[in-house]
Nanobody, 124 residues
Framework: QLQASGGGLVQAGGSLRLSCTASGRTFSIYAVGWFRQAPGKEREFVGGIIRGGNGAPTKYADSVKGRFTVSRDNAKSTAYLQMNSLKPEDTAVYYC?????????????????WGQGTQVTVSS
């Protein structure tokens, strides 16, 4: 089970950090992906981190490269999405997901577990 949190209202140029906390003791074997869904749009991949240690390789959508950072703390069974230089077009409901895979997948069907979503609103 995944629990996403940390969303809120922020001005353009600001920052937010989302958290995704997992229950259970096998968090480290899962790749974690972050997705977002804006009104009227499909859910899209934002970034992810592969299974393993806290410095595991990451992958990002082009739209967020250089602004967003995914990390994980296996001791806390938590993954993070640090979002900097936020833009109004980043407004969406953000979801975290976990997959028992060795690489970061970018499609929603690749993930086995999903958090409930947290709203991020960026005002101009």
């Amino acid at each position: 089970q995944l629990q996403a949190s940390g969303g809120g209202l922020v001005q353009a140029g600001g920052s937010l950090r989302l958290s995704c906390t997992a229950s259970g003791r096998t968090f480290s074997i899962y790749a974690v992906g972050w997705f977002r869904q804006a009104p009227g749009k499909e859910r899209e991949f934002v970034g992810g981190i592969i299974r393993g240690g806290n410095g595991a390789p990451t992958k990002y959508a082009d739209s967020v490269k250089g602004r967003f950072t995914v990390s994980r703390d296996n001791a806390k069974s938590t993954a993070y999405l640090q979002m900097n230089s936020l833009k109004p077009e980043d407004t969406a409901v953000y979801y975290c997901a976990a997959a028992n895979t060795a690489v970061v997948r970018t499609t929603t069907r690749s993930y086995d577990y999903w958090g409930q979503g947290t709203q991020v609103t960026v005002s101009s």
